[in-house]
């Protein structure tokens, strides 16, 4: 691991001593490569209460349970190749979700990086309880690590998916952001339950992406179409989950989504639809909050 400047922009990494622990910090390395971040690996311990067997994380500050933790961290640390920047964390909170969005907000965080639970059949992603927690609360994108399918190399492209309408300046915003400080193609994907956009449609949901963030920003998305780097298409299907199941994925890509429209003072709130999406989809997911500070990159 090397040493960050000052002035480095950072990843919270919630970690376990589990698959899905070692899952977020596999997508994290490969975020962090691409972006030049530099990654806050932190494991939550709960304030009080007893270590139980069933616990993945001891819940005591004696001193066995300490070193635990501290053993754990530098396992943990240790799976950091030399050229990402990343250094450990252990927060005591009431629980990890809360934990987690406190170091995140301690430290400036772009984003939280966690991993989901094990696959069951024809889901990518299962929300356990600390997601779930995060999606509901959350003030900055939390991004979710796909169970045994986290190395995704190099980021090759961001997909952005949304209904008919864009109606999610801080999801198309972010993306735009974000594939532009990544030098990666950008797609913008509407999800819709008839045969197709409309150009006219075509023609708003490219409008609105290239006025996004003032004239700097405007002018590199315009330059991002004018290429061909940036692209808007739509996928049809029967509703939006069979939709989405149809998208074609590269290796390496990474989707974007947006929080619900009731997400309250610019937090994450997961809504049914992206629900149906997290079913489906195989590639590891950010999710936006609607009023989003940030992308996952450093501006």
């Known amino acids: 691991m090397s040493q960050a400047p000052a002035t480095a922009r950072r990843l919270v990494v919630g970690y376990i001593a589990t698959d899905r622990g070692r899952d977020a910090i596999a997508l994290a390395i490969s975020m962090a490569r691409s972006a ?8 939550v311990r709960p304030e009080a209460s007893t270590f139980t067997a069933g616990n993945s ?61 094990a696959t069951t059949l024809m889901r990518s992603f299962r929300i356990g309880t600390v997601a779930t927690s995060l999606l509901h609360s959350s003030e900055v994108p939390v991004v979710l690590a796909p169970a045994g399918n986290s190395d995704i190399g190099p980021i090759s492209r961001i ?30 994907l509407s999800l819709i339950e008839n045969d197709g956009l409309g150009e006219d449609d075509t023609a708003e949901i490219q409008e609105f992406a290239e006025e996004y963030g003032g004239a700097v920003l405007a002018a590199r998305a315009a330059k991002m179409f004018e290429s061909g780097r940036a692209v808007v298409k739509s996928q049809a299907g029967a509703d939006i989950e069979d939709a989405a199941a149809h998208v074609d994925f590269q290796p390496g890509e990474i ?45």
Not at 88 to 98: D, L, Q, R
Not at 160 to 170: D, I
Not at 262 to 267: A, D, E, F, K, N
């Open 36 to 43: 030049g971040t530099e990654l806050i690996i932190t494991i």
């Open 57 to 117: 994380i001891p819940q005591d500050g004696s001193g066995i349970v300490s070193q635990q933790l501290e053993d754990w961290l530098d396992e943990a640390l240790a799976l950091v190749p030399d050229d990402v920047t990343a250094r450990g964390v252990i927060h005591t909170s009431s629980n990890e979700s809360k934990g987690l969005m406190e170091v995140a907000e301690a430290e400036g965080a772009l984003a939280i990086v966690i991993g989901a639970r």
């Open 159 to 188: 997909t952005t998916l949304f209904g008919a309408r864009p109606g999610a300046a801080a999801l198309i915003g972010a993306a735009v952001q974000s594939a532009d400080a990544l030098d990666v193609d950008l797609r913008l």
């Open 255 to 299: 989707a974007f989504i947006g929080s619900s429209r009731l997400g309250r003072g610019g937090r994450v709130f997961i809504g049914a639809r992206a629900r149906r999406l997290l079913r489906v989809l195989p590639v590891p997911v950010v999710v936006v909050p609607r009023r989003a500070v940030s992308a996952i990159t450093p501006p």
